[in-house]
């Protein structure tokens, strides 16, 4: 079975830091790697995706994520966090390949970015 | 895009009660799936609809756990003789058919789920 782990449960920076949120994943095939947000009172919102080629994908609000895969991992990163990027982030994986299309979560990583 | 609806944002029911759900998908979306989230967890995948068809069931989907499809629109998720270990978020997302896996979820706000 598919497992993704997420290194850092809780994580507070300062505005203006770098951040860099990791993510493996166990499944040795071929996957389709997500990173979800959630803010305060929100529904889950797609970030970024990676599905083939480039493995340095952008998202939206200045994030993106790089998909090494002999390492199994795909890492958020953002150059400068701002205030308003204090959510809980989710990385998850999905099968490419038939039979199960269900995503597998990690356990997030709450951010909290201090003004 | 209305977004994916789900409808009711809370229910408290006793231990025993049986629950139903219903998650409104995007409009033009194949795909529909539930999830359950509790606390300090992420998302776990539930099941998930081809239009009308259930296609695949989780080991988390308990004989007590029931999900339709009736049209290839909206869906419901019941549960039955609800226990503690219910409590819980359960999400509903949508996506496109074409491309399979690699879709993005659309995700709604949930219904959090309280067992007195």
């Keep these: ?115 | 895009d209305t977004g994916v609806s789900q409808d009711p944002r809370h229910k408290i029911t006793k231990r025993g009660q049986n629950v139903t759900f219903r998650c409104d998908p995007i409009s033009e979306h194949n795909r529909l799936y539930w999830y359950r989230q509790t606390l300090g967890q992420g998302p776990e995948f539930l099941t998930y609809f081809q239009n009308e068809a259930q296609l695949e069931k989780s080991r988390l989907l308990s004989d007590r756990f029931s999900a339709e499809r009736p049209k290839g629109s909206f869906s419901t998720l019941e549960i039955q003789r609800t226990e503690q270990g219910d409590s819980a978020m359960y999400l509903c997302a949508s996506s496109p058919g074409a491309g399979g896996s690699g879709q993005p979820q659309h995700f709604g706000d949930g219904t959090r789920l309280s067992i007195l």
């Design chain 1, 1 to 115: 079975a598919q497992s993704v782990s997420q290194h850092n449960h809780h994580v507070i920076l300062s505005e203006a830091a770098s951040l860099e949120l990791g993510c493996n994943y166990s499944y040795g095939g071929t996957v389709n790697l997500f990173w979800y947000v959630q803010y305060p009172g929100q529904h889950l919102q797609l970030l970024l995706k990676y599905f083939s080629g480039d493995p340095l994908v952008k998202g939206i609000k200045g994030f993106e994520a790089e998909f090494i895969k002999s390492k199994f991992s795909f890492n958020l990163r953002k150059p400068s966090v701002q205030w308003s990027d204090t959510a809980e982030y989710f990385c998850a994986v999905a099968y490419s390949g038939g039979g199960a299309d269900g995503l597998t979560f990690g356990k997030g990583t709450h951010l909290i970015i201090q003004p």
